[in-house]
């Protein structure tokens, strides 16, 4: 009886509290240096690697069935990530993501099943246009999680800033978030409208969504 019930007892994680703290609150967290230098560097070799092995397809709307690229709505080219099939620096990016899935559906029972994360590369001259998540017709989408890749010296110049919209008392709010290295975006899918603005240079990531079902 002790044992189950230990088992249970979660030892309280500051910084993982800080982001559901943040989501209760705001609906967004934004942590900066959720990766180190050394694994935003291995990642950003993986990215580069496989986009010149022109392994990346340009990214579409819709659904699976119903696929459109749309080059008016969103510019950038993604490859989906197989966990099944990782490289050294995809073990660490989701031994990350797992810890923090793992801790969140213990301490708030968020029933997260499933994932999916792909690399997106924002050529010069592309964005992605406001939206939600979930506009796919995917309704498990429960929380989205953006990590950025970029070189350490990202200019504000360079664009791309992640622009959230939030309401405050009736009144829309735009908070435009840069896409420094290591920072980590996590946001209610199903509720927060957002868009990538124009970007002047290639800009790197990993997004992904947390799926209940
Ligand atoms: O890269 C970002 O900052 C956000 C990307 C995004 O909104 C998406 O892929 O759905
Ligand atoms: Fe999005």
């Not at 249970?8 to 942590?31: M, W």
């Amino acid at each position: 009886m002790t044992a189950l019930f230990e088992d249970l007892v979660v030892a309280e994680h500051p910084l993982y509290e800080k982001i559901i703290d943040d989501l209760l609150n705001q609906q967004y967290s934004i942590i900066d240096n959720f990766f180190d230098e050394n694994e935003v560097s291995k990642l950003r070799d993986s990215i580069l690697l496989k986009y010149e092995a022109d392994a990346f397809k340009k990214a579409a709307i819709g659904n699976r069935l119903n696929e459109t690229v749309e080059k008016a709505i969103r510019g950038d080219v993604i490859l989906w990530i197989d966990e099944q099939c990782v490289n050294p620096a995809e073990t660490l990016f989701f031994n990350k993501i797992n810890a923090l899935v793992s801790y969140l559906n213990r301490t708030c029972f968020l029933g997260i099943l499933h994932k999916e994360f792909h690399y997106a590369i924002y050529p010069k001259g592309t964005f992605y246009k406001r939206h939600l998540d979930t506009f796919q017709n995917d309704d498990r989408r429960k929380l989205s999680f953006v990590c950025y890749l970029n070189n350490e010296d990202w200019q504000p110049e360079n664009g791309g800033e992640l622009a959230i919209y939030t309401n405050a008392n009736g009144v829309e709010v735009e908070k435009k978030i840069y896409p420094l290295p290591g920072r980590v975006v996590i946001f209610e899918s199903q509720i927060l409208e957002h868009e990538v603005k124009p970007v002047n240079t290639k800009r790197l990531s990993i997004t992904g969504w947390l799926k209940t079902r």
